[in-house]
């Protein structure tokens, strides 16, 4: 017997057929129904109803287009119509929320960064509506028709129930930024953790489209990973974000915050890096890191210019990431690993580190033809936020809510 929930149920298959369709229009439009028919193993019945009903919904409009190698009249096609659709991409960091707003394509529109103050006598979910109000009023006159809000933030989330049970930097517990939004705007709410967000944003605008098995690691303030899976990001309960930052990696380490010993984020974050750097530089005379301020960037560059402290940092650091993500390649045997760092800079030094742990650990059917890179985003803003629009347009879950109006 099926249920509402079960994927069989004719709702849900409505939803999924007119997702795919959308999606096949997006990456190979224009693209003729018959084209649409045979990518999307659909019946022409199906398609020609659902491409009406886009069309009626202005979410994708005809145009013609010559076929490769034909000479005769141009064939009819489609593509979408995203320019009057804008929805709310949005991102929370240290002190700051960034509002972005963008159309259905994720062309940014407008973006503009306010301050979000960590200490307030005012409780936090207020502060982000009231910006997100003002935001609205300030540019109303190039609001069209709003879709959705996203959201991306470091935490604990609970993606499914849009609740943000901790958060650094701010005092958070079981915040219901989700409903509240919601309840205030009309609009749906996607609300999902910086990382995995960014590995979906990777993943659909990035350095991983083309790969259905991707693993990305962010090395920054934390550690962390999102993986995408035969084209999906993986969801582990209510959150798509892969702990490898309390991976323990030594026994007999420093205390983390999260209550362990010996975690990855306690060698591998750059706060540890730079603190584990100032305490080896004092038995390091001949350092060229004395003469200069101590930082990310000019640890990468005195690796890159051979000073053997900042080499043996950043070796060991690649080490230790890679005999983690060893364990993860045998497990889902991804085709990319992209590494989202301000390490970056001394890829040279890192990445060969890296592979070498995978090699030696990992089976050889799943790490030899792995490939290593950076991300195609540095710092990605509110791309993030984007993806999960582009997302559940693709999955059909926000497409089949602009459909019905």
Known sequence: MLTDSQPGHIDQIKQTN?????????????????ELSRLAQLAPASITKIVREMLEAHLVQETEFQDPGSRGRPAVGLILDTIAWHFLAARIHQGKLTLALRDLSSKLVLEEQVALETASSEPLLSRIIQQIDAFFIRHQKKLERLTAIAITLPGIVDTRAGVVHR?????VTDMALGDALEQRTGLPV????????????????GDAQEAKDVIQVVIDDNVGAGIITHGQLLHRGSSALVEIGHTQVDPW???CYCGNHGCLETVASITSLLALTQQRLQAMPGSTLHHQPLTIESLCDAA??????????ITGVGGHIGRTLALMVNIFAPQKILIGSPLNRAADILYPAMLTAIRQQALPAYSQSLTL????YHDAGTMPAAALVKDA?????????????
């Open 253 to 255: 380490g420093g205390a």
């Open 18 to 34: 007119a997702g795919v369709v959308y999606r096949l229009i997006d990456r190979f439009g224009p693209i003729s129904r018959i």
């Open 190 to 205: 996607y609300i999902q953790h910086d990382i995995p967000a960014w590995t979906l944003a990777e993943s659909l605008f």
């Open 373 to 376: 890179g950076p991300t195609r």
């Open 304 to 313: 890159l210019t051979g000073d053997s402290l900042a080499r043996d940092v």
């Open 393 to 405: 347009m693709y999955s059909g879950t926000l497409l089949v809510k602009l459909l019905q109006g």
């Open 167 to 171: 958060m650094p930097w701010y005092d």
